[in-house]
């Protein structure tokens, strides 16, 4: 059941994707597909259709995040994201410090803003990059704590099996 399409609408790419568990594998295939139709384009926007995307895992993820990197990205749309893939994208678009991206309920909304995205002559649109910003730094605390513990008790464990 899972599925995706990528087409080639000149600078702007789009993407739709059935998928209810974005795992590696599908990610990979994805940014594959990506890869293949943005090749030899100096820059481009993509446009992201998430509405049947229901979660997505770490792996998918950081794999995304570092394809995202070496793209020549103008700007990136999404819609239809249920809250946690939306907060997904936040967290990896923010932590590969990409700035021009923003969510949308519906496709219009979506196109309109792409439009205008990178255009000397229209001011920026305002991206939710502070509130992604700010929710980035509330985790950091609780994940430093929690690698911390992680790596104690891995200690703790390694001991008791040398002793």
Not at 2 to 18: C, H, I, K, M, N
Not at 43 to 58: E, H, W
Not at 100 to 123: C, I, K, N
Request: hydrophobic share 50%; proline share 6%; net charge positive.
């Amino acid at each position: 059941m899972d599925s995706y399409t990528v087409t080639d609408e000149g600078s702007l790419v789009r993407v739709d994707a059935e998928i209810r568990l974005v795992r590696k594998p599908i990610a990979v295939a994805m940014c594959d597909e990506v890869d293949r139709v943005v090749a030899g384009k100096d820059g481009f926007k993509i446009l992201m259709n998430m509405s049947a995307m229901s979660k997505g895992t770490p792996a998918a993820g950081f794999f995304v995040l570092r394809t995202m990197k070496k793209y020549p990205l103008e700007a990136l749309a999404f819609f239809g994201a249920n809250a946690f893939m939306r907060g997904m994208a936040t967290t990896v678009l923010g932590l590969a410090g990409f700035r021009s991206f923003e969510m949308f309920e519906d496709e219009a909304a979506a196109r309109d803003w792409l439009e205008r995205a990178g255009s000397p002559s229209v001011a920026p649109a305002p991206t939710p990059q502070p509130t992604g910003v700010a929710g980035l730094k509330r985790l950091a605390l609780p994940a430093g704590l929690l690698t911390s513990l992680a790596l104690v008790l891995r200690l703790r464990r390694r001991r008791s099996r040398v002793v």
